[in-house]
């Protein structure tokens, strides 16, 4: 069977990228497209592969500024000649999932997410943009939407890395999903003895604002809580300067810096809203549990009073009133490591390789009625 795997852009190593990395063991002959290609940015078994760009791969800059690129982005899918392909697996965050398949091909769509920067996110990226991106973001935006909608009908299954992602297809795009969360490579982790598991506090992730790292910073400020942030992003800066004398900035470091950090913390705080979350379960299989908001993908990973405890709200009162009922608690640190060891990369590989060969008998055996896309704009016109 020849396969064609579409992914959004690889410029980098971030959970995506570990998703493909598993659909490549799967299907270890098949093709990866993609927009942007960074060979110095991915993994060596990423780039083992056979990759081909689309057109955006040779604008300017375009390494660096792939996203200014986004309007494009439909157009360059679309001339991607995948006539020889039998099934299709597009990997969706960014552009990928618009795609013209043939016509005999079977396609599924891995969804991180509909693109956040025009749905659920849309407001929170309009606001923090310059003056001309805010002229230009509107239009564009609107083609978007359009464009993205009517592609789910070019989708024969979605599968959806959390519940949270399967209500926002079911919400967009009026289609049902298979939930199969994505896979986190628990084996690189291990906890440490209860006497080397230290008092501080730990935060990891990109530091932009939609994961609020300042809500981490400020709360452990006010409760002089030793804090310790790793993670790089356009709020670095910013974080240095508003953190107290307990609070350590470390910036971006080295896996083996992050996993001495990850075992050795009093708990992970997580104060962001995540379609899945890879984050917290990597504190859990070192043995550490998690004190998360209480939304989106962590309340699919994190288990109240057995594995971390939740906050209702994103504010620093909340995060505060968090850490002092954890305080309160016992955690085992084998509970964290079992949950984590749910979530494995091959519990990944099994459950999307027998989605697939379902997905793929059920379009074998019969003709199906075809997915009809969601409604884009719907107008009533009275004595017309």
């Known amino acids: 069977m020849r396969v064609a795997i579409i992914h959004y852009w690889l410029v980098g190593m971030r959970g995506g990228e570990k998703v493909l990395e598993a659909l490549c063991k799967i299907y270890p002959e098949a093709d990866i497209y993609t927009h942007v290609y960074d060979r110095s940015a991915v993994s060596v078994a990423l780039n083992a592969r056979t990759i081909k760009t689309t057109f955006i791969n040779d604008l300017p800059y375009a390494k660096r500024l792939y996203k200014k690129y986004l309007p494009l982005m439909p157009m360059a899918l679309e001339q991607l000649d995948l006539s020889k392909y039998d099934l299709v697996i597009s990997s969706e965050s960014g552009p990928s999932k618009g795609i013209v398949p043939n016509s005999s091909a079977h396609h599924i769509c891995y969804c991180h997410s509909p693109m956040r920067y025009i749905w659920n996110m849309y407001n929170q990226y309009y606001s923090g943009s310059g003056y001309l991106s805010r002229m230009l973001m509107p239009p564009f935006a609107h083609y978007l939407r359009a464009w993205d909608v009517g592609t789910s009908s070019r989708v024969d299954s979605f599968v959806a890395n959390s519940a949270t992602v399967a209500q926002r297809i079911e919400r967009y795009y009026r289609r049902d999903a298979q939930i199969i969360h994505p896979p986190v490579d628990t084996d690189a982790f291990q906890p440490v003895g209860a006497d080397e598991v230290g008092s501080k506090y730990l935060m990891v992730g990109e530091l932009v604002a939609y994961k609020r790292p300042d809500l981490a910073v400020e709360a452990c400020n006010r409760m002089q809580a030793e804090l310790v942030v790793i993670g790089g992003g356009e709020m670095l800066g910013h974080l240095r300067k508003i953190a107290g004398p307990t609070v350590k900035i470390l910036g971006p470091q080295p896996f083996d810096v992050l996993k001495y950090h990850y075992a050795r913390c009093r708990a992970l705080l997580f104060p962001g809203e995540e379609d899945f979350g890879i984050v917290p379960l990597e504190a859990m299989a070192s043995g550490r549990p998690v004190i998360a908001f209480g939304q989106g993908g962590a309340t699919e990973t994190v288990i109240e009073g057995r594995t971390g405890t939740f906050f209702d709200e994103q504010s620093i009162d909340a995060v505060t009133n968090a850490i002092e009922r954890f305080e309160a608690m016992d955690f085992d640190p084998a509970h964290a490591v079992a949950r984590a060891g749910e979530f494995k990369t091959q519990a990944f590989i099994d459950k999307f390789s027998d989605f ?26 009275e004595g017309a």
């Not at 697939?356 to 009533?380: D, F, N, W």
Request: hydrophobic share 40%.
């Open 356 to 381: 697939a060969a379902c997905s793929l008998a059920r379009s074998i055996s019969g003709p199906a009625e075809r997915p009809r896309p969601a409604p884009v704009l719907v107008r009533t016109l």
